[in-house]
């Protein structure tokens, strides 16, 4: 496997997994040159902060303070305002003496940074490892109570980036409830058995086989586009998604520490965005699996709570493992 990283987001520009036969591909969309990811793109492989989703009108009370946000979708705060960390430069270095091929990436967002209360250090930690591995290993310290929502926004294509539609992929995603969502894709606040609707992936099913259906879930996003509940113990590293797709035998395995997990169709890609090899990125031609807490968790007192106090560090992980069928 190889993975390439630009410091500007922490961005995954190339990560290569194994395939039948041997053979390794390119699976990530992005693009070739890393200046291109300067002129604007839907977050490409990029690490999100402070809060991956949205949050409800950019406003949570915290301590009896109301914080204003970024308001940057439609009405509503997404992946840490205008200029979140996708958007600023990471410092990287390299993890002399690790057993596995690791990048270390910080950065230090200041107090009030797009909105957010106290200082916040963050480092994330790279590791590819000899089971064909991706690790992602996040921590983060403040010196004020703050919302911190960590996760990357990769798009997966297991044919190959630019290969077409993921709707042939078949997803399994290890989650008895979601999130149901209103308008403007936040949450309602209540947790709701996947059971007998369009989202129920306990047992593997092709993302195109309902992706289309009348459901009122999959209407609001135009696909995909949820937070599932994962089956899991907190904290715990245990699975919480496979994906297989047929035609070059890759399997994608998802473990990761967060209780929540957001499918993403990428539904807004409408073929405008020229990618890597010059290949044009169509509707739901790529799929992300973002680890986290629950969208607008700091406006919903039910779900698990994303705030951060000095003194705590926050500590999460995520793996994405692949092997050949």
């Not at 106290?118 to 690790?135: C, F, H, Q, W």
């Not at 109570?145 to 709707?167: D, E, K, M």
């Not at 209103?182 to 007998?196: A, D, F, H, M």
């Not at 009348?214 to 995909?224: F, P, R």
Request: hydrophobic fraction near 30%; proline fraction near 5%; aromatic fraction near 10%.
């Amino acid at each position: 496997m190889e993975v390439s990283v630009v410091s500007l987001g922490g961005i995954i520009q190339k990560l290569t997994a194994p395939g039948r036969n041997g053979s390794y591909d390119d699976v990530v969309l992005g693009f070739d040159i890393p200046d291109h990811y300067t002129t604007g793109h839907p977050y490409f492989g990029a690490l999100i902060g402070r809060y991956g989703n949205r949050i409800r009108s950019g406003r949570f009370l915290l301590d009896d303070s109301e914080y204003a946000l970024a308001i940057n979708d439609g009405e509503n705060h997404l992946h840490g305002g205008h200029r979140g960390f996708d958007k600023v430069e990471w410092d990287v270095e390299s993890l002399a003496g690790e057993p596995d091929t690791a990048l270390r990436l910080s950065y230090v967002s200041a107090d009030g940074e797009e909105g957010y209360p106290g200082r916040l250090s963050v480092a994330v930690i790279y590791s590819l490892t000899d089971g064909d591995e991706l690790r992602i290993d996040y921590r983060a310290i403040t010196d004020k109570p703050t919302p911190v929502n960590l996760t990357s926004h990769v798009y997966f294509n297991l044919a190959g980036q630019g290969a077409g539609t993921i709707l042939d992929h078949e997803v399994e995603i290890y989650a008895s409830h979601f999130t149901p969502v209103c308008e403007g894709l936040i949450p309602t606040g209540s947790i709701q058995s996947v059971g007998r609707t369009a989202m129920d992936f306990r047992i593997r099913t092709a993302i195109g086989e309902r992706i289309d259906n009348s459901d009122e879930q999959l209407q609001l996003a135009g696909g995909y586009d949820h937070n599932w509940v994962l089956d899991k113990e907190p904290g715990d590293l245990a699975i919480a998604a496979r994906v297989l797709e047929s035609s070059s035998g890759r399997q994608l395995e998802v473990f990761t520490t967060e209780p929540g997990l957001q499918f993403y169709t990428g539904n807004s890609l409408d073929g405008s965005i020229r990618g890597k090899q010059d290949r044009s990125y169509v509707s739901r031609s790529g799929f992300c699996l973002e680890t986290q807490h629950y969208p607008d968790s700091p406006n919903q007192p039910a779900f698990p709570s994303t705030i951060l106090m000095p003194g705590e560090v926050y500590e999460t992980t995520t793996v994405y493992r692949f092997t050949a069928t």
